[in-house]
């Protein structure tokens, strides 16, 4: 195992001082920027880079690290606590953590996105440290058609099972890629749905509509409902701690989302969006208790949190075998690479194997210490919770609006902000699910992309789309999630119309 | 609170860091990893390393239709701010006539053309195309199956894919070019035998060919570049010449003391140390040229392209 011996070769020197320094000093910036909506681990890393001349390499990515895994561990947060997702990343952790909270169960949920987080980030740093260059070849085998296949795949999945009809879900859906598709045409410069707006020319911005569906429609449904609210229960009491039963719950999704997490998260068009959704969806089919989903499943925020922070890891395999960064972290550390004259790339491993053994050493570091940073922190959070709601409310529309002025100083974003809004409450109050909205803004327009990309090479052959092993199924399995619920409720004339559910909840 | 995390960070980016100022804004109009990026960030490494400005750079990366989304961006963000600069090359020029975009350089401060990186074709290991008369071959009999990728549309690399197919006699309205938003991307394509061909700077081909993943066939400069075992497409027999340089702009309606400030720590740059070193690392080859005289080679760069683009049917 010479992997082994290399690993313990790097936890001597990850468990140096002033390393473990840098390690805690990372962990505890990148939680920071996770709760808050807006500025990234991309941005602090690149704020921080003129450290790189003063500190050494393996200070410098030990603390990077930290930063860009820490940034995964705090972005469920918000998402839990106030429904106010940060990043897409933590979009899913929304859905079900959110009614959590709000059933008295905030700790519980906060707690398996820790431990989930912990788990997925432990387990995928392990298939950093073993498998790293076969997965890295995934890069390589995935072509457009296999890509655009996957997005199929997450849009009928998501829309299907969102909501309280698939025909909402669809709606949802599509509102999304429609409000993908403003903006330059990427692949021909040509303008589309801009109307002579020159802001709408770099398209809507995926963070104004993140915050605007989420936290402003939240706010507005708050407000509209404020008066007809039975009084709330305590928030903070009941179950304030995971119970036996979450823990049986929990495990399984925390390891389905991390296989889920790791290898997608490795593919140059992976990221972490899709495999928090495919996360959301297998749990909801998978669960015992599916009836829950909607009204707050711990499933439903285990698996997407563990395969969020499983994708971070994947994200570091290209980048330190190939020396391909395929996110914009990725491209910082880069970057930093490149200030100490290192390639990334086959032969870092041989050149600079210190290094680099004692940054995979470092990230099994820093993912206890986000351990130990964030679980006690669960309580204090929670707290948060017990602010009266006026204020409460009054304080995320302020925070949501400077965050996004802050950014762009765009009055084109603030309107934007107010019309999505609108739309994000007017979809809460008849029922349509916010989710897929958000999945079709962001991988529609990537969808496009690959599907341009693979009719032009397969000479406008539309075969060429299911021509590959991985299309094929990942095709089949799409079509497969939209018409086998048909099937069987031929089969099964007793069971439920899902197309026509007469509950009328705040489900989204 | 945002902002207050930011210059958090800030703060500690600051400690150290000797002098108290503003980062500058710096806009890549590509995707990260890619030319325009590097084009981007190692100028302020090597002023950096030099400590002609110290107080760090904040990076856009934004891809696309020849750089007019990024460029779309810079000149509607930064009306008037000193500290803006965008990094931009030949293939910006190209992406504005294609995409006949409403933005243009007259909307910016060009300040300095600093290098120009030597593109490459490179094709998958155990592809049957094994020189440039192969490829030229293979273009002549059925260039709808030889699909190419490269940059943005109406970049560089496709206009040197334009070029190579009229130089081999094939059909130029039949080309099928693949734009793709970052080097990056078009390697892992290729080197995954998406693609047929590949058009590329030879600082993005280089890694994966020295790992034997994909194959340099020919260099589309003047010259044969030192250590690559490839030809130049002149020496094959095929009259195509393209240079890719790649410079810096400033943001539209920059003051003059905001130009001249720019220009200064460029001409700095442009002697240290540093940024030799970087050149070195790159196999960039120098190409600074500075103020009034790359305004007037802007000038003339656009026209040329025109040309080259209309008649090879990307312009009309």
Redesign the interface.
Known sequence: MEALTSLLGGFAVAIQPMNLMWAFVGTL?GT??GV????GPA??I??????T???DATGAFIMFAGIFYGAMYGGSTTSILLNAPGESGSMMTALEGNKMAKNGRGAAALATAAVGSFVAGTIATIGLTFLAPPIAEL??????EDYFALMILAFTSVAVVMGTSRVRGFISLFIGIALGTI?????????RLTFGV??L??GVDLSVVLVSMFAIGETFYVASRYSKTPPAINPVAGGAWMTKDDWKRSWKPWIRGTFLGFPIGAL?AGGSEIPTFLSYFMERKLSRKPEEFGHGAIEGVAGPEAANNASAAGVLVPLLT???????T???M??AF??Y?L?P??LLFINSGDLVWGLIASLYIGNIMLLILNLPLVGLWVRLLLIPRPYLYAGIII?AL??IW???Q?VVHLITMLAVGVLGYVMRVYDFPIAPVLIGLILGPMAEVQLR?AL??G?SDPLVLVSTPISATMIALAVAVFVVPLIMRRFQPGAPEPDDNPVMGDQR | MKNFLAYGALALSMMATPALAEPADVMAPGGPGGGYDAMARLPFQAMREAGIFTDGAQFTNRGGAGGTIGLAEFVNKNEGNDNAVMSMGAILIGGILINNSPITLDDTVPLVRLISDTGAIAVPPDSDIKTPQDLAAALKENIGAVPIGGGSAGGVDHIAAALLVKAAGGDVAKLNYIPYPSGADVVTNLAGAKIKVGISGISEFKPLAEAGRIRIIAVTGEERIEGIDAPTLKEAGLDVVVSNWRGIIGAPDMSDEGRKMWLDRFAKMHESEAWKKILTQQGWEDAYLAGDDFVSFLEEEAERQEEILKSVGLVK
């Open positions: 910036l920071a920027i808050l909506p807006g500025i941005l602090t690149a704020l921080l880079l003129p450290v001349s003063y500190i890069a390589f085998i995935f072509g457009p903006g330059i045409d990427q692949a021909t410069g040509i303008f020159r802001e020319a770099d140059p190939l020396g391909l960064p395929t996110s914009a990725a491209a910082i880069l970057a490149q200030n004259g390639q790339g086959p925070f400077v965050g802050g950014v762009s765009s990309r032009a090479i000479q």
